[in-house]
């Protein structure tokens, strides 16, 4: 894989338009951005609800900055929820099982059900929609093609 650069703001860019570097380096962030605050999750100080606003405005925009242009495989997308698992089943900690009375992990059904907002891939999949919207709003004079798309196999020149 040739690398074009690296830059100050740690965004990866290579030639063959392939993300996967950008998401390891998204989420290698987001690991040293949830070590740094592990202590914290830990805390019985805190409710749930902080620790929840804490991974919200933290956590979540260091591993999502620059997601408007990730076009997302399968495996990727598991990458990142595992990632989500991972930070939300430290916020609510084990769960004591009805049927033998001990202490397991929460399963994902159980984080989907504890977690009130969606996931990490839904968010993602949001903000290129308005990206998308943002991007085809943009007039000519700017330098973008946004305001041609086609539409059934005919461009259009998005005046109506």
Known sequence: MNFIGLFDF??????????AEEI???????????????????SRLLSKNVKIKI????????????????????LEERKLRVFENMV???IFGPKKDEVTWEWRRLHNEDLNDLYPSHNI????????????????????????IGSCWETGGKETSGET
């Open 121 to 144: 891939v839904r968010v993602i999949k949001s903000k290129r929609m308005r990206w998308t919207g943002h991007v085809a709003r943009m007039g000519e004079e700017r330098g973008c």
């Open 88 to 90: 939300l089943r430290r």
């Open 10 to 19: 740690k965004t990866v860019i290579c030639l063959q338009n392939s993300i």
């Open 55 to 74: 991974h919200r405005t933290i956590i979540l925009p260091v591993v999502l900055y620059g997601c408007e242009n990730w076009s997302l495989t399968l």
């Open 24 to 42: 390891k380096s998204r989420l290698r962030s987001g690991n040293a951005c949830y070590h740094s605050m592990e202590n914290l999750f830990s």
